[in-house]
């Protein structure tokens, strides 16, 4: 089994529609990330979580929001999605084992109509 | 703002050729760096970490770092067209001041490279 699992794999909404991407892991790590990539663009961090009380807002954070339910799991919210927000949206993790290398999910490609 | 820099290619090289990726970072006290591979659609996988100066080899990859030129680098020998993908450089940004270990990663847009039949 996958250690970062990432559901749903593709979706498809409309504009103005409220969307949750979620994340889960099983390496047992304390951090957790989501990034976006888009082409050209690279990899930008949207919002990070070194702990569950621990949230912060990465590069690009406008009009997302997160929730660390646990430290297995991280999910990513678009209140109301815009076409500008489609995307390919990847989880990653690491721990204090890890230093600070990530592990990334499989990602999430995202399309807003 | 942190900045990691790659060229965007594409780097073109022939099978068995040794393909050369260079990557530059602005942040001076980066301790980490990191070298991901990212086949189109599938999820970035680490390939190599380097923490010291000079060089790191791992089969055919072998990693270089020069903190005094803020250069990291990665060679990949006896290219084969399984390589075929973007690369991917990261470097650590330590936060300031320095309070914990907890630190992110800044990505450079990537490399996109093609190996050659």
């Known amino acids: 089994d996958a250690d970062v699992t990432q559901t749903p794999r593709n979706r498809i909404t409309k504009t103005g529609k409220r969307i949750m991407l979620e994340c889960s892991q099983t390496?047992?790590?304390?951090?957790m990330y989501w990034y976006r990539q888009d082409p050209g663009l690279g990899l930008r961090l949207i919002y990070y979580s070194f702990d569950v009380k621990d949230i912060n807002k990465g590069e690009i954070s406008d009009g997302y929001s997160v929730s660390r339910q646990a430290q297995a799991k991280f999910s990513l919210s678009l209140e109301s999605a815009i076409p500008n927000q489609t995307a390919l949206y990847f989880c990653?993790?690491?721990?204090?084992?890890?230093?600070?290398?990530?592990?990334f999910g499989p990602g999430t490609r995202l399309l807003v109509l | 703002q942190k900045e990691v820099e790659q060229n965007s290619g594409p780097l073109s090289v022939p099978e068995g050729a040794i393909a050369s990726l260079n990557c530059t970072y602005s942040d001076r006290v980066s301790q980490s760096f990191f070298w991901y591979r990212q086949y189109s659609g599938k999820s970035p996988e680490l390939i190599m970490s380097?923490?010291?100066?000079g060089d790191k080899e791992d089969g055919r990859f072998t990693a270089q770092l020069n903190k005094a030129s803020q250069y990291v680098s990665l060679l990949i020998r006896d290219s084969q067209p399984s390589d075929s993908a973007t690369y991917l450089c990261?470097?650590?940004?330590?936060?300031?001041?320095?309070?914990?270990?907890?630190?992110?990663?800044?990505f450079g847009k990537g490399t996109l490279l093609t190996v050659n039949p």
């Open positions: 990261a470097v650590n940004n330590i936060p300031q001041p320095i309070i914990s270990s907890n630190y992110k990663l800044t």
């Open positions: 990653a993790t690491s721990g204090v084992l890890s230093g600070e290398t990530q592990y």
């Open positions: 380097i923490y010291s100066n």
């Open positions: 390496k047992g790590h304390d951090r």
